[in-house]
């Protein structure tokens, strides 16, 4: 009888470590990224400096943050947008962060930006991994992120992001200290 007990403990528990270690394993993909939680951290290459950077490197900034590719026909339509709402916001803490998902080299991506004469930050994640960081179904998707790195709004698909709903959107988290 006790054989029979001790088996059931320690059964009981290698089950119940099985199940702590499994729940450990897959919280941060059970955990869904959108309006309200934390903008996960990501690392991608600055295409105007070659150098690598992420989220943190915005703290205390407002981000408009476009997950996009070359390929990606409305992605191209909403750029121009993105860069009219860019430029109108120069000089404040508002800033325009696209990532490029393309699988090419840069010099596509930079290509492509310099066709549409874009001037705020392109960078590029060749390995597509913010795509799963940030739980993407596609592209373009973008998020609006407040100075506390919290997303505020969460868009799928091509918008017109210079509309007045969302410049009131950018003035209102400017102001939010």
Sequence with gaps: MNRRRLSLVVGLAMAGVFVAALVIRLMPEIALV???SP?????????????????????DKVLLLNLWATWCQPCRIEMPAMERLSRRFTGTDFHVVAVSVDKDDSTVVSAFAKQLGLTFDILHDRSGKIQDLYQTSGVPESFVID??????????GAVEWDSPVNDVLIRRLLDDR
């Design 34 to 36: 959108g309006t309200g």
């Design 39 to 59: 903008a996960p951290e990501f690392h991608a290459i600055d295409l105007h400096t070659g150098r690598p950077a992420r989220l943190s490197d915005y703290r």
């Design 147 to 156: 100075r506390h790195g919290v997303i505020v709004k969460k868009v799928i």
